[in-house]
């Protein structure tokens, strides 16, 4: 028997509910999980939206990715709740730092994954998410980071052109119909790292609802980390 994967679907990994300590101090909570029978090929280190806008470590995108790489793709996944930030797994201590204050949540994060050996690391920032990893992820031995619906209000333009030539991988995924950041402005306003890769998903919106547009977002991801792996499959087991 297989099961068409919908928005719900949990399909196997190994599990564990984890803490990140800070480097100011703060105990972070999230989850890690592990394909349930091998090592993994790559890794995501997930940074949801906006907190005061009711991002969290279960923002659909981010939930789904965990329920579903592991298993389809090979894939850890680590996600957290940013300092101050609630969920059913718990909260994160501390409050809303704008962004900047972020950056020690990423530092406790990579640390984490380096510290169990987790390879191949990247960054999947999604709206929020994408400016902490603009803002912060060049200091850290990552691959690269892959942002879904950059709105680029919190990132200067210093920061941004710092990923020019610094050797990691910047994938810009960028929603026909964004409230923010369309593909035409991006393109403009991505310019200056020359070597980044943008993709303008016809049809996509900024929260990317629909198991249509979550399959094309698993997939752009998935083509930077396993692409041996693609196309995803759409049932499980698989058929």
């Known amino acids: 028997m297989t099961d068409i994967i919908r928005g719900g679907s949990l399909l196997p990994a190994r599990r564990e509910n984890i803490e990140l300590l800070t480097p100011d101090g703060l105990t972070l909570v999230g989850e890690l999980s592990l394909p349930a029978e091998r090592d993994p090929i790559a890794t995501l280190v997930c940074l949801h939206p906006l907190p005061t806008a009711g991002g969290f470590m279960d923002s659909h995108i981010i939930r789904k990715a965990a329920a579903r790489l592991p298993a389809l793709a090979d894939i850890a996944v680590l996600r957290f709740n940013f300092r101050g930030v609630s969920s059913p797994r718990g909260r994160?201590?501390?409050?809303?730092?704008?962004?900047?204050?972020?950056?020690?949540?990423?530092?406790?994060?990579?640390?984490?994954?380096?510290?169990?050996?987790?390879?191949?690391?990247?960054?999947?920032?999604?709206?929020?998410g994408t400016e902490v990893a603009l803002k912060h992820g060049l200091q850290h031995?990552?691959?690269?980071?892959?942002l879904l619906s950059p709105p680029l209000h919190r990132t200067s333009e210093d920061e941004l052109a710092a990923w020019e030539g610094s050797g990691k991988r910047?994938?810009?995924?960028?929603?026909?119909?964004?409230?923010?950041?369309?593909?035409?402005?991006?393109?403009?306003?991505?310019?200056?790292?020359?070597?980044r890769e943008l993709v303008a998903v016809e049809g996509g919106k900024h929260l990317w609802v629909g198991e249509n547009q979550t399959y094309r977002v698993l997939t752009e991801i998935v083509e930077r980390l396993n692409p041996a792996a693609l196309p995803l499959p759409t049932s499980w087991p698989e058929a």
């Open 141 to 146: 031995d990552v691959v690269g980071a892959i």
């Open 92 to 128: 994160s201590q501390g409050e809303f730092g704008h962004g900047d204050a972020e950056g020690f949540d990423l530092d406790a994060a990579v640390a984490f994954a380096e510290d169990r050996g987790l390879p191949l690391r990247w960054l999947l920032g999604w709206s929020f």
């Open 170 to 195: 910047l994938v810009v995924v960028v929603p026909e119909l964004d409230d923010y950041l369309r593909p035409a402005e991006a393109e403009e306003r991505f310019a200056v790292v020359p070597e």
